[in-house]
């Protein structure tokens, strides 16, 4: 939705990546299968950011995939802070576990392997001061529902990808955006919080709990 130039542009006013990062970016692109999921240099600087105003003590993040977004968001947690990130997928489990270990902040990051949904009942004692929601965006409106509880007053809920390359936009939608498009909608009318869409990459809806 933004140019390459002006997407280059803003890297030119943004923070840059730490090492691991960079390591982590690279060897997605060449060794990982659909390595657009990671959320990449600027939108992994838009979470740190978000993560360090927010200050958290708790974070949950649902799809690790390599993680990437897992190491920006951890980055604004308190000392004694810890993230859990959640993943179902086996084989990236080495490879994501090795790259944690490298981090400084690897003590503080609680990988669960196994469907969301099941994690998530293990957490069920937990309480967040922020959510990343971004595995299959089918169930986005699921994990909403059954995390909300969870999350403190003040709390954060970021959910990637809700402008779907625009296709929101189209009057004839596959299912995939309409179910992107009902999200949104469910959320607009939750009078529960507070929210608006940054237009960063692929949208990331910003909801903060009243
Ligand atoms: C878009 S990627 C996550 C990208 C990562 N958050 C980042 O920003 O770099 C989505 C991840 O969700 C995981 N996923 C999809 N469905 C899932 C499910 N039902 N339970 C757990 N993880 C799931 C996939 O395996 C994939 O790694």
Redesign the pocket.
Known sequence: MITEELQNLLLTYCDPEDSLLQHIDRETQSKVL?PR????HF??RV?SMLSKINNPKRIL??????????L?LAEGLTPDGIIY?????EE?EDRVRANFTKSPLNAKIIYLI????Q?LKVLSHETFDMV?I???KK?NGTYYDLIFDQVKSGGLIIV??VLWSGKILSQAQDKDTQNISGFNNKIAADKRVEQLILPVRDGLFVIRKK
């Open positions: 659909l999921m990671l959320s990449g939108q992994g979470l993040e649902i799809g690790t995939f390599t993680g990437y977004a897992t920006c990130t959640l993943d179902n997928n990236l196994g469907d969301a949904q994690s990343f971004d595995a299959d169930n990637d990808n």
